[in-house]
């Protein structure tokens, strides 16, 4: 099991996230993952979603169920492809996109976007990093995250930031 503690500006308190991958076969798996909400003590979302890979064209496709304390059950469509910059893919260009859907696939909320990825391994000894810079096209903002081993941290321009710690 994958676990992290996670904080951001919109928060008031740290989130523990989990998230679990179960093997369906060599392309598919089901993932399940949620968060508790260490100050109110209750779960800020839970999501079961089944992700399919296309190994051989570096793309992965997902759909499944969110349900958030808020906004009740929602249907989720999400998709990823990635095209190597060079060879080894040290780095990378990934569109993304992603919409989920209220019970009664009326209401909608889409995002996507584009970045780049450059993975630094052995950075230092016993130190990996990935620089990510990226632009979401819905809301029109871009982007960029850190990540060095364990510690994340994610900003854009219009002020957000988060960090996360992989446990």
Request: charged share 30%.
């Amino acid at each position: 099991m994958e676990t992290s503690l996670r904080y951001a500006t919109n928060s008031r308190s740290l989130k523990i996230h989990a998230k679990e991958k179960f093997p369906v076969n060599s392309k598919t798996r089901l993932q399940l993952h949620g968060e508790l909400d260490t100050g109110a003590g209750v779960p800020s979302y839970f999501c079961a979603m089944i992700r399919y890979f296309f190994h051989e064209a570096s793309t992965n496709l997902g759909v499944g169920l969110h349900y958030d304390k808020r906004e009740k059950l929602r249907c989720l469509v999400r998709g990823k492809k990635k095209f190597p910059v060079i060879t080894d893919e040290v780095v990378t260009f990934n569109i993304k996109g992603r919409c989920d859907f209220d019970q009664d696939l009326v209401q909608r909320n889409a995002k996507g976007a584009a970045e780049f990825d450059w993975n630094i391994w052995k950075f230092q000894k016993d130190q990996d990093l990935r620089l990510r810079i990226g632009y979401e096209m819905f809301e029109k903002v871009p982007y960029m995250q850190i990540r060095e081993n364990n510690w994340t941290f994610n900003t854009n321009l219009k002020g957000k930031w988060n960090v996360r710690y992989d446990l």
